[in-house]
């Protein structure tokens, strides 16, 4: 039963660019979560999806980010016109009940 | 607004001790709690978790106790090996359920051999 999957683990972008980060959740798992981890620190939520639905995304800036989990296919965060400021890792976590959340290996996102 | 914070941002135990790591919330309608284990360049792992009608729940080496009273959690690690070296984080679920969970800064355990 694998775990969450998380690709690419490590994404290099230069400024301006789009970051594409990708997330498969455990099997059977409905509900995923996008969060944010700067050095350090926490992490914090950006957007919680069900499958084709955005739940809550209270935590995602306005502009530039976007976020989907398509009926097939594994969810998508994109970041579009990165700037040095998005610099962080990303996580997700997956859950089949909403409580209980289980997080990938990240994505580790550096913008040149 | 809703805080969920450590008292410790750091730790340091010799092996074999126990490890005491404690956590504040201060959102009362908080219900379910989490601990999670984050080695480095890794993605938080699940340890244990704890609804607020309990006081306390054991798993293999692990104890978390809860005080509703004064909104405290703690993650107790018996006899600390130099594997459990990390950073643990609380997190808070809504009193709802399906929300995200609200992570404190973590604690950074460190483990003396």
């Known amino acids: 039963n694998a775990g969450v999957m998380q690709n690419p683990r490590h994404l290099v972008r230069r400024r301006g660019q789009e970051a594409r980060l990708r997330c498969s959740p455990m099997?059977?798992?409905?509900?995923v979560y996008w969060y944010r981890q700067l050095p350090e620190e926490g992490l914090k939520f950006m957007v919680y999806?069900?499958?084709?639905?955005?739940?809550?995304e209270s935590g995602m800036p306005k502009e530039r980010f976007s976020a989907e989990f398509p009926k097939e296919g594994p969810s998508i965060l994109r970041i579009q016109q990165v700037v040095r400021g998005d610099s962080a890792a990303y996580f997700c976590?997956?859950?089949?009940?909403?409580?209980?959340?289980?997080f990938g290996p990240g994505t580790r996102l550096t913008v040149l | 607004g809703e805080n969920v914070g450590l008292h410790l941002p750091t730790l340091s135990v010799q092996e074999g001790d126990n490890s005491i790591i404690n956590c504040a919330y201060s959102?009362?309608?908080?219900?379910?709690f989490i601990w999670y284990k984050q080695e480095s360049g890794k993605g938080p792992q699940f340890i244990i978790d704890?609804?607020?009608?309990?006081d306390k729940r054991q798993g293999q080496r692990v104890t978390v106790l809860l005080n509703k009273t004064v909104k405290h959690l703690s993650l107790q690690i018996a006899a600390t090996q130099p594997g459990d070296s990390a950073v643990y984080f609380c997190?808070?679920?809504?009193?709802?359920?399906?929300?995200?969970?609200?992570f404190g800064k973590g604690t950074r355990l460190s483990v003396i051999a």
């Open positions: 704890i609804r607020s009608n309990m």
């Open positions: 997190a808070e679920n809504g009193e709802s359920g399906n929300t995200p969970l609200v």
């Open positions: 959102n009362s309608a908080s219900d379910y």
């Open positions: 099997k059977g798992h409905s509900h």
């Open positions: 999806l069900q499958k084709e639905n955005i739940i809550d």
């Open positions: 976590a997956s859950s089949s009940t909403g409580r209980e959340q289980f």
